[in-house]
């Protein structure tokens, strides 16, 4: 079936540090990947939708200039959290639509700002 | 605004006892329900896409419905296994593919 290798699965980094996390689509062309957040107990919250060779569509309140999404091929798309703080410790998950079959996620990252 | 809502939050059930998670949705226009299954720490796994009011899909122990107003997952004969969260999710008609996740309902099969 569809999958999506997202990496790393865990990462802690030091305020003000950047960090990127990487989802591949592994035996399927993903030309649209979303972005979403979990909070503990909570639902998953989209970020932004990237597509390949486009800009990025973000959701309203998520900054642009802080979640910087990259598309650049049809297997790889990137976020990258830039001057990471603590608030911005979260699950992320990155998402790619599989028509009726519904859709593939990564297995997720745990991201720890200290 | 379209809505996702789950009961219960969380449910708690004995090893073979059944029950029924509810999602209840408003959307401007439902192109297709999901239900999808979470573990702790992992990414959501595809169970099933709903479509329209009186369709039933099953798998294994798990059978979801759909009616114009909400969906239901049942859990015959419920194992530990089947411990995890359950999430139910829309996709509206007419926007984009995206997604609009309910809270989830974290279930609890007790051996």
């Known amino acids: 079936g569809a999958v999506v290798s997202q990496h790393p699965s865990r990462v802690i980094c030091k305020s003000g540090t950047s960090v990127k996390i990487e989802c591949r689509s592994l035996d399927f062309q993903a030309t649209t990947m979303f972005w979403y957040r979990q909070f503990p107990k909570q639902s998953l919250m989209l970020m932004a939708t990237?597509?390949?060779?486009?800009?990025?569509?973000?959701e309203q309140g998520v900054e642009k200039d802080k979640f910087l999404i990259n598309h650049a091929s049809l297997t790889l798309s990137t976020l990258t959290v830039t001057s990471a703080h603590p608030e911005d410790s979260s699950f992320y998950i990155c998402?790619?639509?599989?028509?009726?079959?519904?859709?593939?996620f990564g297995s997720g990252t745990r991201l720890t700002v200290v | 605004e379209d809505q996702v809502t789950q009961s219960p939050e969380a449910l708690r059930l004995q090893e073979g006892e059944s029950s029924s998670l509810n999602c209840s949705y408003t959307?401007?226009?439902?192109?297709?329900l999901f239900w999808y299954r979470q573990d702790p720490g992992k990414g959501p796994e595809f169970l099933f896409t709903l479509y329209s009011a009186g369709e039933e899909k099953e798998k294994e122990r798990l059978k979801a419905t759909l009616t114009k107003k909400e969906s239901f997952l049942h859990i015959t004969a419920p194992k530990p296994e089947d411990s995890a969260t359950y999430l139910c999710?829309?996709?509206?008609?007419?926007?984009?593919?995206?997604?609009?996740f309910g809270k989830g309902t974290k279930l609890t099969v007790n051996p």
């Open positions: 959307v401007s226009g439902l192109r297709g």
């Open positions: 999710a829309v996709q509206v008609r007419g926007g984009s593919e995206k997604l609009v």
């Open positions: 990237s597509n390949e060779g486009s800009k990025a569509t973000y």
């Open positions: 998402s790619a639509p599989r028509g009726r079959v519904g859709y593939t």
